[in-house]
């Protein structure tokens, strides 16, 4: 029993790690607009910083511009200046109540120097999921040394981390793959 919780432990937590992954991947922008990019952008709202999303209603205007319409009127020059601020390299204009966010075609320097921050996010999810592999591996040693699993036990369950382990590398890699075909067309 101590084995399948183990087990149904260690993959949740890889596939957090996945979840984790893809979100930080969000935040990497590529040539198109989307809304989640201005998720972490934090705005001054009444002395405490809330994030743009839940002082102002975020849409696509189009493929390359992102609409940002704030709930109170007050708000539209300190959401304009935070997203200037960001370290996203944008440059938003303000237009009567909406704050219009247009997005820059990337140079080919920029979308290297990107792809090289998503390869180091993928490294990090992959380290990440080997620590994993790791930490089940010496639980089961300690159950060994216990005496609460057999040694084909051990063995068995060694085997299947393993696996699970390599499925979760293999996955981390086929979004990696699929961020930097993103990020490189034009």
Not at 45 to 74: C, F, M, S
Not at 152 to 177: F, G, N, S, W
Request: net charge neutral; no cysteine; proline share 4%.
């Amino acid at each position: 029993m101590v084995i399948a919780e183990l087990k149904k432990n260690i993959e949740h937590k890889m596939q957090r790690t996945l979840e984790v992954l893809k979100a930080d991947l969000l935040k990497i922008r590529t040539g198109r607009a989307h809304t989640g990019l201005l998720d972490h952008i934090l705005v001054d709202y009444y002395g405490n910083p809330t994030p743009v999303p839940q002082v102002a209603n975020v849409t696509l205007i189009d493929a390359r511009t992102i609409g940002v319409q704030p709930w109170e009127k007050n708000l539209v020059g300190k959401v304009e200046k935070a997203i200037r601020d960001s370290d996203l390299g944008l440059n938003p204009a303000s237009q009567g109540d909406i704050v219009r966010v247009p997005m820059p075609i990337l140079t080919e320097e920029r979308r290297r120097d990107l792809t090289k921050v998503v390869r180091h996010e993928g490294e990090n999810a992959r380290v990440a999921v080997r620590n994993l592999r790791r930490d089940a591996n010496h639980a089961l040693k300690e159950g060994l040394k216990a005496k609460t699993i057999s040694e084909d036990d051990e063995r068995r369950t060694e085997e299947e981390i393993q696996k699970l382990t390599d499925r979760y590398i293999a996955e981390v890699d086929k979004i990696l793959a699929q961020k930097e075909s993103e990020l490189m067309a034009v």
